[in-house]
């Protein structure tokens, strides 16, 4: 049977650390392999020593800088598109802390701590079930991806690219805010 023709387009790191079992990197092709339209890139290393440029690359055809959230893979992947401008939507950058989790001690790795969801609670994401009772996941850090974010944005500004945050209660403060309403609104789209 031939693959349908779509223009859909997924993107993946062509590795990914195995943090559950301290495996080193698995080979994301070994789980997802290559279907039409499904793109694999080369992660880079954060540097911030190396200011903007360490956490958002100016070529970012040669890999992405690994992330602290998802968002700065999707950003540099916009910036490789040529995407201008962006708007953020659910980016709110705040996390409450659950009650009812519990700590993998023997899974922390590098200062990353990893939990156990026991129920399907979730406060933090768009549906109360997002890790799933007996999940694991790593804790979030909130100001790791503020750094990111802001390294991020004064890389953009250098070049001329636009990003707002369009969030509805964002606490995002490092892109401009547009009113989320207003990017429908019939003057928008004229």
């Known amino acids: 049977m031939q ?13 990914i650390p195995d943090a559950y079992t301290e495996k080193g990197h698995i080979r994301v092709e ?7 339209n499904t793109c694999y890139f080369k992660q880079l290393q954060p540097r911030p020593d190396l200011g903007p440029v360490g956490l958002f690359p100016a070529k970012p055809e ?3 800088v690994r992330p602290y959230t998802v968002t700065a893979t999707l950003l540099q992947l916009a910036y490789l598109m040529g995407c201008c401008p962006v708007y953020l939507i659910g980016c709110d950058t705040h996390y409450q802390p659950r009650a009812n989790i519990k700590e993998v ?9 990893v939990y156990q969801s026991n129920d399907d609670s979730d406060p933090n994401h ?16 909130v100001g790791k991806m503020v750094a990111h974010y802001e390294a991020i944005q004064q890389a953009v500004l250098q070049r001329n690219i636009e990003i707002y ?26």
């Open 3 to 15: 693959e349908a023709e779509t223009s859909i387009r997924c993107f993946f790191p062509e590795t």
């Open 30 to 36: 070994s789980f997802l392999p290559p279907r039409t």
């Open 62 to 64: 040669n890999g992405l």
């Open 105 to 113: 001690p023997t899974l922390r790795k590098a200062g990353t701590r």
């Open 126 to 141: 768009f549906d109360p079930a997002y890790f799933g009772a007996g999940n694991r996941y790593h804790d979030p850090n």
């Open 165 to 190: 945050n369009a969030g509805v209660d964002s606490q995002l403060e490092t892109f401009p805010k547009v009113e989320f309403k207003q990017l429908f609104s019939p003057e928008k789209r004229a």
